[in-house]
Nanobody, 125 residues
């Protein structure tokens, strides 16, 4: 069983930065890939970024490439999402997720079997 808890969301002006954290409770955190997703009001949840078990492989959505950075610290059971140059369109609830069942990393939400409760990010113009 894995529990994920996000933190670090908040209100920021356009052009600003936030760093989200996702703390995992399991003892095998380093054994699975992690992802970040977001859901804006009235829209479907979408992929943001994913990182492999070791951190060697990373995927980004085109909309955040060059602005967001995903990383992980396996010693702390934590995955991060550094968000720079934020835009109002980045406003959403951000979720971290764990894929404990598959090898490799994916952008597909259906591969992720554990989810956090989400943290709100609001970017004002």
């Amino acid at each position: 069983q894995e529990q994920l808890v996000e933190s670090g969301g908040g209100l920021v002006q356009a052009g600003g930065s936030l760093r989200l954290s996702c703390a995992a409770s399991g003892r095998t955190f380093s054994s699975y890939a992690m992802g970040w997703f977001r859901q804006a009001p009235g829209k479907e949840r979408e992929f943001v970024a994913a990182i492999s078990r070791s951190g060697a492989s990373i995927y980004y959505a085109d909309s955040v490439k060059g602005r967001f950075t995903i990383s992980r610290d396996n010693a702390k059971n934590t995955v991060y999402l550094q968000m720079n140059s934020l835009k109002p369109v980045d406003t959403a609830v951000y979720y971290c997720a764990a894929d404990t069942l598959h090898y490799g990393i994916t952008m597909s939400q259906s591969h992720y079997d554990y989810w956090g409760q989400g943290t709100q990010v609001t970017v004002s113009s």
